[in-house]
């Protein structure tokens, strides 16, 4: 990654550095053409005034020879001073022009002769020399032109050293920026990346140094998204042992019973009545563990169907109540229910049976001596609470209750199944059927397990 970033930040310098440097050269060479073709033009217009008024003072029209000397004596003069980019033309009657040898690099084609016989001076360039070109009229009538051309020189010559001097210093700078922050960039992304290999091969306990709370940058959040992950999936690890040895226990047990009573009846040593009384009823314990699991499964896979019907949540809350009646006896505790009247919700029959038999038996499983079922209102749903007066839920498995294969902490002693899975079904069946579950403490000390349901509106 240092070398990419390397690679990327010396490009950008290096193209900002040609493009800035290829564009103040062109800039410059255009405003320095235009400056000196403007002062180009000036001087030649004030070359061609001045050689007018001399030729005009010191000869006449009657005396071209004297004329034709004075034209003599300023070439002299021109080419004994050196004046390269200075010339002096005339005008022939042909239409031509005639006399010194034009500066390096110009042409008599480049002159238009026309503009010159009518007075009308005229410049350009040819490359980066540039050239103007004034008429003046002679005493005998003729056309003199006063050429005069010099190299535009933008002044960047002289600062090109400089100039590369600080472009290589800023690459320079540019180069130790990348490495730099590269290196920054590299150390926490390779930091995530061997912690993410070591979560894959099973290293669950793999965490990265945690940034401060006020940082929220990517990185960051990167360290805070491989640290939560590998939270999720060590407690996943946890809640699958969990499970696997609730899940054990509950097949073991039961086969445990099956097994001892059928030999004890094999052996003519038990009751056969008694014995297969038993047989039976551990029998709908593993088929009621089974249909769990694949309950489960198809809600995973989103696999199961709902017929959703319209219901009285307070006639359904009743009838399942009614069921876990003699459960209850048997074990000392009191079912209260509180909450009469109709509450309309769209669900299916059985399954929402199902959910509400399901929180009934958590709650017999937990409570001590009592359980509260309880409808009610609330704005626009309508809800079903069970009470129990245990042990409570711990703040930090609250969050958790309806969790697959979640067991609390504060376990009962085993009478059922208590693989976590029950509770996990009344919540893929809530959501599934447009509701939610949530847990909390109880008013009568134990938990409170309740769906909300969607109410509906009166029937016509």
């Known amino acids: 990654m240092t070398r990419r970033l390397v690679l990327v930040i010396a490009s950008v310098v290096i193209a900002t550095l040609v493009l800035a440097g290829l564009g103040t050269i062109v800039v410059g060479n255009v405003r320095a053409r235009h400056t000196t073709e403007v002062e180009l033009r000036r001087q030649a217009t004030e070359v061609a005034t001045n050689l007018d008024q001399v030729l005009d003072n010191s000869t006449t029209t009657d005396n071209p020879a004297a004329l034709r000397r004075r034209l003599r004596l300023l070439n002299g003069f021109r080419r004994a001073l050196k004046l390269d980019g200075?010339?002096?033309?005339?005008?022939?009657?042909?239409?031509?022009?005639?006399?010194?040898?034009?500066?390096?690099g110009l042409t008599l084609d480049q002159l238009p002769v026309g503009r010159l016989a009518n007075l009308h001076p005229v410049s350009g360039n040819s490359g980066n020399l540039v050239f103007a070109a004034a008429p003046?009229?002679?005493p005998n009538g003729g056309v003199i032109v006063v050429v005069v051309s010099r190299q535009a020189n933008s002044g960047l010559t002289a600062s090109l050293r400089t100039f590369i001097l600080a472009g290589l210093a800023t690459l320079a700078i540019g180069v130790g920026v990348a490495v730099i922050l590269g290196r920054r960039l590299a150390r926490p992304i390779r930091e995530a990346s061997e912690a993410a290999m070591g979560?894959?091969?099973?290293?669950?306990?793999?965490?990265?140094?945690?940034?401060p709370p006020q940082n929220h940058d990517e990185l960051s959040e990167l360290a805070r998204s491989v640290n939560a992950m590998a939270t999720?999936?060590?407690?996943?690890?946890?809640?699958?042992?969990?499970?696997?040895?609730?899940?054990?226990?509950?097949?073991?047990?039961?086969?445990?019973?099956?097994?001892?009573?059928?030999?004890?009846?094999?052996?003519?040593?038990?009751?056969?009545?008694?014995?297969?009384?038993?047989?039976?009823?551990?029998?709908?314990r593993l088929e009621r563990l089974v249909a769990d699991l694949l309950d489960l499964a198809k809600l995973r896979a989103k696999s199961f169907s709902l017929r959703p019907e319209r219901l009285d949540l307070v006639a359904l809350?009743?009838?399942?109540?009614?069921?876990?009646?003699?459960?209850?006896?048997?074990?000392?505790i009191r079912i209260e229910r509180v909450g009469g009247g109709h509450l309309a919700v769209s669900a299916d029959h059985d399954r929402l049976a199902q959910v509400a038999a399901n929180l009934l038996e958590n709650a017999l499983k937990y409570a001590r001596t009592e359980v509260l079922v309880t409808t009610s209102q609330d704005g626009l749903w309508a809800v079903l609470s069970v009470d129990d007066d245990g042990p409570g839920i711990d703040a930090a498995d609250l969050a958790h209750v309806f969790d697959r294969l979640y067991v609390a902490r504060s376990q009962p002693s085993r009478r059922e199944s208590s693989s976590g899975l029950g509770l996990a079904i009344v919540k893929e069946l809530v959501e599934a059927m447009g509701g939610h579950v949530v847990a909390a403490r109880s008013t009568i000390g134990g938990a409170r397990l309740a769906l909300r349901l969607p109410l509906q509106p009166p029937a016509p």
């Open 86 to 104: 200075l010339a002096f033309l005339t005008v022939r009657n042909d239409g031509t022009l005639t006399g010194d040898d034009l500066p390096g």
């Open 136 to 138: 003046a009229r002679l």
């Open 199 to 211: 979560i894959a091969r099973g290293e669950l306990s793999t965490r990265l140094p945690q940034p």
């Open 232 to 284: 999720e999936l060590e407690r996943a690890r946890v809640l699958e042992q969990q499970f696997l040895l609730s899940v054990s226990h509950d097949l073991r047990t039961p086969l445990t019973s099956i097994r001892g009573y059928a030999e004890a009846i094999s052996d003519g040593a038990a009751d056969p009545q008694r014995s297969a009384a038993i047989i039976r009823g551990e029998a709908r």
């Open 317 to 332: 809350a009743a009838v399942a109540s009614d069921g876990f009646q003699i459960d209850a006896d048997e074990r000392n």
